[in-house]
Antibody, heavy 119, light 107 residues
Framework: QVQLKETGPGLVQPTQTLSITCTVS????????MQWVRQTPGKGLEWMGF???????EYNSEFKSRLSISRDTSKNQVFLKMNSLKTEDTGVYYC?????????????WGQGVMVTVSS | DIQMTQSPASLSASLGETVTIECLAS??????LAWYQQKPGKSPQLLIY???SLHTGVPSRFSGSGSGTQYSLKINSLQPEDFASYYC?????????FGSGTKLEIK
């Protein structure tokens, strides 16, 4: 069955880089868009960006040049990297699959990884 | 960016009741809207897409309607497992945006 699981650090210092890995099973990354969504106390649910089934990416301009999404299809993994972290980046980070009906809906989600930005 | 305004922010209801949650988009999103349910400590789960289509496995007591800028989620005959938070989401164009959520509590 379809499964997604995020792994990453629980604590990151301000100005440092966040790296999260999403490992998927039950489907192919070359057939679906993969999305990243975060949930913060200040802004609630926020779409961060996606990587298309073909490998190109699109990002929320809110994150400007801080964000990078990539993948390794041989390992069934998608990666999120965001630099210059601030305390307001504290929250839960989710990977999600773009649905069959539209890649802009999220039909399967990982359990999320809680990230705290603090010195 | 398309802003999604949800109301009410919180709602108290009893088992067996019917409730409706509203979502207003800042511009026409042509029914490209989804609804999600989120329970504490869990990830959101897709309920409705394209404003009114039920996602696989979602009980038929959930329904969505609306058009243009105004959409709603209706839950008939509330069950214990329905007490959760609900979010609408613009799926028309990036940046994809979510409403601020409605917390449904048991009365």
């Amino acid at each position: 069955q379809v499964q997604l699981k995020e792994t990453g650090p629980g604590l990151v210092q301000p100005t440092q880089t966040l790296s999260i890995t999403c490992t998927v099973s039950g489907f192919s990354l070359t057939s679906y868009y993969m999305q990243w969504v975060r949930q913060t106390p200040g802004k609630g649910l926020e779409w961060m960006g996606f990587i298309r089934s073909g490998g190109s990416t699109e990002y929320n301009s809110e994150f400007k040049s801080r964000l990078s999404i990539s993948r390794d299809t041989s390992k069934n993994q998608v990666f999120l990297k965001m630099n210059s972290l601030k305390t307001e980046d504290t929250g839960v980070y989710y990977c999600a699959r773009g649905s069959d009906s539209s890649y802009n809906y999220f039909d399967y989600w990982g359990q999320g990884v809680m990230v705290t930005v603090s010195s | 960016d398309i802003q999604m305004t949800q109301s009410p922010a919180s709602l108290s209801a009893s088992l067996g009741e019917t409730v409706t949650i509203e979502c207003l988009a800042s511009e026409d999103i042509y029914d490209i809207l989804a609804w999600y349910q989120q329970k504490p400590g869990k990830s959101p789960q897709l309920l409705i897409y394209d404003a009114s289509s039920l996602h696989t496995g979602v009980p038929s007591r959930f329904s969505g309607s609306g058009s243009g800028t105004q959409y709603s989620l209706k839950i008939n005959s509330l069950q214990p497992e329905d007490f959760a938070s609900y979010y609408c989401q613009n799926g028309l164009s990036a940046p994809l945006t979510f409403g601020s959520g409605t917390k449904l509590e048991i009365k």
